[in-house]
Each structure stands twice: as structure tokens, then as C-alpha cells.
């Protein structure tokens, strides 16, 4: 082995600058196109325009493909199902989500449990997400009694009626009229015969907390959700699954779903999943986008941009297509 001060004493070769091979760059294949560039764009104009002005790079490609699915899904009637964590409740992304339930964009959705408490806390009193610093150091953390009392009735009545979670939690909801009850994505799921699953691990919740939810009751009625959302997932070949902003829990949920349905001969082909998060996380991009499929789209953001975002343009490719039918029946209605 060379030391240190023979290294120093190495004979550099001479290059010979001189002698470079070089090509022509007009024959050099490249991967930006003038094409490629994004426009400018000036004054009002319509999402359809602004969309279509943005690069033709990167992420700007997979908006635009993963509108295209959507928007080609709903027309063929293949599923198309959202999972979520409690963040993209949070950042304010519920009522889009509730609009695509209304609108029949979504066959089902998943989420966990802290997803569903948010949804719960908005549509009871309107406000969610306490301030954990300022309330740990008194034991007051996650010790609000309305949250805690729904969910211990609502898994008490899963198991009584054999339902999910979500369902029993929607159902709750909208008997108790609550004030905020139409900004609730588990309420309105429920009014729409849409499934809600409802994904509980025990002991991350601050509902587990609370002497009164019974553990068997919980797990029950996470159970119940968990073997419903097998039945979902079944359906999804040529569907879509996007995972929204949940690093652990739905992921393992879905890898673990794809698992029973091939296990019980149901094909996912054509199956193409996608994931929205703040970061690049290993069991999103694994558990959702490489494992299960064969095709993916994952942007990585923030919630409260890329949700409206997607939300728009299929909205407006929707309201298009929609529009088109409407003259062609019209033209034909003449």
C-alpha cells in the first residue's frame, strides 16, 4: 500500500488539452426541448391555460398525467380511493376531498385515526390541533372530553351493528347534528354511501388516552375497517390509490390490503398508485409507489398547495368533458 508522502511524489500525466474529442452539440441528444419551456402567462386566464403553461418537466408532467387518470378513471368507472394522515385534514384539504366524494370522483376513503379525530374536532367545534407545547407540560394534552366520548360510542356501536369505524363515526356525527357537521370528509362520505376507513394503531391517539374507549371495542371496529378496505381494494384494477400525506400507518395498511386481495386471486392490474407528501418518506414511496404496482406518480409538497391543486385540475377537465357531452347531446337532441 502506497503512504502518504509516495502519493505526493506520483508523476502526473501530461493531458494533452489539445487533442479532445468533441462533437457537434445540434447532434447531441438532450432532455429539455425549447418545447419544454414554461410560458408566461399574463392577466386572467383559465386553469386549463395556466396548467397548460407550466414546463413540461419534472413534476408539472406528472400533474398533468395524474389529472388524465383521475379524470379517465371516473369515466370508466374504475375506483378511485384516497388514503390520508391527520396533516392534510389539518392544512385545510378536507373540503376538497369531500368534494370529490359528492362530485363521485372517490369510491372510497381511508384514513387514520388522527385524521379522523381533526375531522371530528372541525366539525364539532370548528377548530382543531391543539398547541402540544403549551398544554404537555400541565397533563392537559389530548384531554378534551368531547373527542374522546364520540369515539368510545361510535367503536361501541361498530361492534354492536358490525360496521367499521367510520361508518359508526359518520352515522354519530350526523345524528348529533354537529354545527360544523358539512366540513366532516367522514360525515359526508357516510351521507354519500361512500366507504370511510378508519385506521386505528392503538396508543398514538389522544382518544387512548381516555379510561371510557375500551381497547376491544377500537380494535374491533378498526378490524371491521380494515376487512372492508380488502374489499375495496379488490376492485382496483385500472383504479387509482393516492396516498395522501401519511408516512406510516397507510402504507403498511395498503401494502397489507394488496397482499390479501392477490392472495384471494384478485387481479391489481393496471393498478397505479400515487403518493402526495411533505417528504420523500421510505414507506410511502416503497409500500405505495414500487411495491404494489407497476406505475406510480409521487410529487412531493405542500398539502395545502398540491391538493387544491390536483383538486382544480380535474375539476376543470371534468366540468370540459362534461360540457362537451352536454353540446354533443345537444347537437344530437337537434
Known amino acids: 500500500m502506497t503512504d502518504l508522502s509516495e502519493q505526493r511524489n506520483l508523476e502526473w500525466p501530461h493531458l494533452a488539452w489539445n487533442q479532445l474529442r468533441t462533437y457537434s452539440l445540434f447532434e447531441r441528444y438532450s ?10 402567462v399574463r392577466g386572467a386566464v383559465s386553469f386549463e391555460d395556466w396548467l397548460a403553461s407550466l414546463p413540461q418537466q419534472l413534476a408539472a408532467v406528472e400533474l398533468r398525467r395524474l389529472r388524465d387518470a383521475i379524470v379517465t378513471a371516473v369515466r370508466r368507472g374504475r375506483g378511485v380511493v384516497a388514503a390520508l394522515g391527520g396533516h392534510v385534514i389539518k392544512t385545510g384539504c378536507g373540503p376538497y376531498l369531500i368534494d370529490w366524494v359528492q362530485r363521485g370522483v372517490l369510491r372510497a376513503v381511508a384514513m387514520n385515526g388522527s385524521a379522523a379525530i381533526h375531522d371530528f374536532e372541525l366539525a364539532c367545534a370548528g377548530k382543531t390541533s391543539e398547541d402540544v407545547a403549551a398544554q404537555l407540560p400541565a397533563g392537559r394534552f389530548g384531554m378534551a372530553r368531547e373527542t374522546a366520548e364520540i369515539f368510545a360510542v361510535a367503536a361501541e356501536r361498530a361492534v354492536q351493528e358490525n360496521i367499521g369505524l367510520g361508518a359508526a363515526l359518520g352515522a354519530c356525527m350526523l345524528e348529533r347534528n354537529l354545527p360544523y357537521v358539512e366540513f366532516s370528509l367522514v360525515a359526508s362520505a357516510y351521507r354519500a354511501g361512500c366507504p370511510c376507513t378508519i385506521h386505528v394503531a392503538l396508543g398514538t391517539d389522544i382518544i387512548h388516552m381516555h379510561p371510557q ?7 374491533e371496529a378498526s378490524m371491521n375497517d380494515f376487512r372492508l378496505l380488502c374489499r375495496v381494494v379488490a376492485t382496483l384494477e385500472h383504479g387509482i390509490w393516492m396516498n395522501l400525506g401519511s408516512a406510516v400507518i397507510m402504507p403498511e395498511v395498503f401494502l397489507k390490503a394488496v397482499s390479501v386481495v392477490r392472495n384471494l386471486g384478485y ?6 398508485t ?16 414500487e411495491r404494489p404496482a407497476a406505475a406510480s406518480v409521487e410529487i412531493i409538497g405542500h398539502h395545502e398547495i398540491l391538493i387544491p391543486l390536483l383538486h382544480a385540475a380535474v375539476a376543470s ?16 337532441a337537434a
Not at 374507549?213 to 380494535?219: D, M, N
Not at 387481479?267 to 397505479?272: A, D, F, M, Y
Open 31 to 40: 432532455k429539455v426541448q425549447i418545447e419544454d419551456l414554461g410560458r408566461p
Open 213 to 219: 374507549v375500551r381497547g376491544a371495542a377500537l380494535g
Open 267 to 272: 387481479s391489481l392490474e393496471g393498478l397505479l
Open 274 to 289: 400515487v403518493n402526495f407528501d411533505k417528504h420523500v418518506q421510505y414507506r410511502s414511496r416503497v409500500n405505495v409507489c
Open 317 to 332: 377537465a371534468l366540468d370540459s368533458t362534461q360540457m362537451q357531452g352536454d353540446a354533443i347531446s345537444s347537437s344530437l
